[in-house]
């Protein structure tokens, strides 16, 4: 963990603070003006789209941290066998969460409100089913986790490890745009912030982070 609770960084704050909300309003208006096309993940445009949004992201937060790229946390952690045992716990938490959550009478699961699970297998379409695996595996946690446990967690610190650990996992639910997934989605991102709390690394995060949305698109390949 951090040895000292950092500065504020106003500006700082204030530049992380106007992405998440304005991400968040454009998120949510779109959700109630689009509706999603089935099988995003079997199109080359989706992998297109979405990597040139995440480069659009990742170039803001390095502009962000600027002179700060330890705010990043992108290092390894202080001991890889802790990290995997905090990473087991949280994924054994996120694992629980959406079996409780399952059992809600909710309009529609916070997979289904999403939209991008496939309905169907698409051999035809394999390669752009890849690419866009490895731009939901590998691109969105590795920019996403800068984001919300590297950077944000790091600026909110001077509040205090909890306080910042609910910021962020708010945060990233909130910018998903969802309302039912949200129940899922904020203790996933607070688990997440925990992970990096206690190892003081993102990069566990990024892992399960990973992992969790490339098994989800296995298993509803799979179950398709």
Avoid at 41 to 50: D, I, L, N
Avoid at 137 to 143: E, K, N, S
């Amino acid at each position: 963990m951090e040895d000292a609770i950092p500065r504020p960084s106003y500006v700082r704050i204030g530049f992380w603070t106007l992405w998440v909300a304005a991400f968040a309003a454009a998120a949510y208006a779109a959700r109630g003006t689009h509706t999603t096309e089935p099988d995003v993940v079997y199109k080359f445009s989706t992998f297109v789209f979405g990597t040139v949004f995440y480069a659009v992201w990742l170039g803001f937060v390095l502009l962000v941290t600027y002179n700060r790229l330890d705010l990043l946390a992108l290092r390894r952690p202080q001991s890889w066998r802790n990290a995997a045992g905090y990473a087991g716990a949280a994924i054994a938490a996120i694992i629980a969460c959406e079996f409780v959550v399952s059992l809600l009478p909710l309009p529609q699961s916070p997979g289904q409100e999403q939209g991008i699970a496939p309905t169907q297998w698409q051999s035809a379409h394999a390669a752009a089913f890849a690419a866009n695996f490895v731009l939901l595996a590998v691109i969105a946690p590795f920019v996403e986790e800068l984001m919300y446990r590297g950077l944000g967690q790091s600026l909110f610190r001077f509040l205090g490890q909890y306080p910042a650990m609910l910021i962020v996992g708010v945060a990233f639910g909130v910018n998903h745009g969802l309302v039912e997934g949200l129940l899922v989605l904020i203790p996933f991102g607070i688990a997440l912030a925990w992970v990096r709390e206690r190892t003081d690394s993102v990069v566990p995060g990024m892992l399960v982070h990973g992992i969790f949305n490339g098994g989800t698109l296995l298993l509803a390949v799979a179950l398709a």
